[in-house]
């Protein structure tokens, strides 16, 4: 086959359109820091580093998930321990007015404080986090206590429909945690009792002994309704949010080391190796400085150069 002119011309022009092509890549490579400037430049690692990115995604919404979760939590624990003090206090005054030898102004100054700690933990059952109620399960919208219709005090809220379901928040793939304490059976109890015992107080024929059995206990009728009995379900419910604080803990320190995975897998698929792009670089550039040398001598020169 002969060999023309033309032919070595092509050749070579084609040859250089190649090597400017490789240069241009890898500048584009060592300006972004990547790979792929688009997805045609290396199909399987754009899809890699867009499902990457998309586990990222989601890391970030489990973690404000988590946030979510912890300030409900976070709540419900302070709110109970509230309540836990107050049940503390009020076996102190139960115990004060247990006592016979108490004048009926002893015993209504007792009892002012009873109802004053009553409307404090009917307060602490509407306890609201960003608009939603924490203690009327799935009615975040509805407070647990609402005014008793055309009399005073207040009661558990009649329009709340099924205040004990739970809230559950995704924290991760197909996990999901209760964030709230559904609150209408445990204050309702509370409520009643304080009730009960301010009614006892304020019945000038009740005796000591009659106040006293509130405390529940060993050394008394314990009943389901005694302060020591309300006390202890308040406690039980603080350590079953405290558990879930705690598996809430232990999935941030899991979505952190996710987190860290992905970004280091995103980082090795998708990043360029900058020492080894600029060894390319250089290597092409020294190889394309040579093609244009060599070519500039292998082309013969035109009939106008001999015209010149």
Known sequence: MRVTQSMLSS?????????????????????????????????????????????LAKVEQYTRNMITASNWLDSSDESLNQVGEQMKRVRELVIQAANDTNTPEEREKIKMEIDQIRQQIQDVGNTNIGGSYLFSGTNTN???????????????????????????IEIYDGIQIQVNTPGKDLFKSIDDMMGKISGLLGDPSKTGQEIGDMLGGISSSSTNDDITALHNKVLEAQADVGARQNRIEMMENRLGIREVSVTKQLRDTESVDYSKAITEMVTNESI????LSVGAKIIQQTLVDFIR
Request: proline share 8%.
């Open 11 to 55: 050749n070579m022009l084609l040859n250089l359109n190649r090597s400017y092509g490789k240069m241009s890549k890898l500048q584009d490579q060592i300006n972004s820091g990547s790979k792929i400037t688009r997805p045609s430049d290396d199909p399987v690692v754009a899809v890699n580093g867009m499902g990457y990115r998309r586990d």
């Open 142 to 168: 509805q407070p647990l206590f609402t005014p008793v219709a055309g009399g005073n005090g207040k009661e558990i809220n009649p329009a709340l429909n099924a205040p004990n379901e739970a809230v559950n």
């Open 288 to 291: 394309h400085q040579a093609a």
